[in-house]
T-cell receptor
């Protein structure tokens, strides 16, 4: 079946611009996670949704980062006034209680801020 | 804060030999320990996980051991094959009664030598 998909696969933007990254979770998965992965590092937790609400946003680095999941399915990670330090791969994962809470990851969006 | 330490950062193993990757964690409330494999350009994929009520789990050539007292856990891959070459991440859940929020180690790049 279809896995987690993320679009775009690559995004190049200029410092100061606004970007949106999209995640389509596995159908029926109620939990959705965003991570950021810098080169040579493990994924770093950003935010976790259970349904439409953000259950834990403690990993968001600052108020330039925001994420929504209005209908409990697709999620968008929004970054305002991008900085060069925001360059990384942004990973999305989804899970459900009937899959033992295993997190299934998408391929990621590589964000480059020039 | 909570963290997960992973060693070694790079590991080269002759094809057919065994590979061992070790991790330690800091949160005594951690109760879920997944291991992920990440290939180039892809998201992490769960290969095995263990919960705190067991000390060892095996799945074909892959096994994981957990020592809760010492707060460390290890991944063992036997009879390594070229397709085992990838980056491996350990992770641990954080927070009492939670296995949804996980933090990752920095990863081990495993090279299988022909």
């Amino acid at each position: 079946g279809a896995g987690v998909s993320q679009t775009p696969s690559n995004k190049v933007t200029e410092k100061g611009k606004y970007v949106e990254l999209r995640c389509d979770p596995i159908s029926g998965h109620t939990a959705l996670y965003w991570y950021r992965q810098s080169l040579g590092q493990g994924p770093e937790f950003l935010i976790y949704f259970q349904g439409t609400g953000a259950a834990d946003d403690s990993g968001l680095p600052n108020d330039r980062f925001f994420a929504v999941r209005p209908e409990g399915s697709v999620s968008t990670l929004k970054i305002q006034r991008t900085e060069r330090g925001d360059s990384a791969v942004y990973l999305c994962a989804s899970s459900s209680t009937w899959s033992g809470n295993e997190q299934f990851f998408g391929p990621g969006t590589r964000l480059t801020v020039l | 804060g909570e963290n997960v330490e992973q060693h070694p950062s790079t590991l080269s193993v002759q094809e057919g030999d065994s590979a061992v990757i070790k991790c330690t964690y800091s949160d005594s409330a951690s109760n879920y320990f997944p291991w992920y494999k990440q290939e180039l350009g892809k998201g992490p994929q769960l290969i095995i996980d263990i919960r705190s009520n067991v000390g060892e789990k095996k799945d074909q050539r892959i096994a994981v051991t957990l020592n809760k007292t010492a707060k460390h856990f290890s991944l063992h891959i036997t009879e390594t094959q070229p397709e085992d070459s990838a980056v491996y991440f350990c992770a641990a859940s954080i927070g009492v009664g939670r296995d949804d929020k996980i933090i990752f180690g920095k990863g081990t790049r495993l090279h299988i030598l022909p």
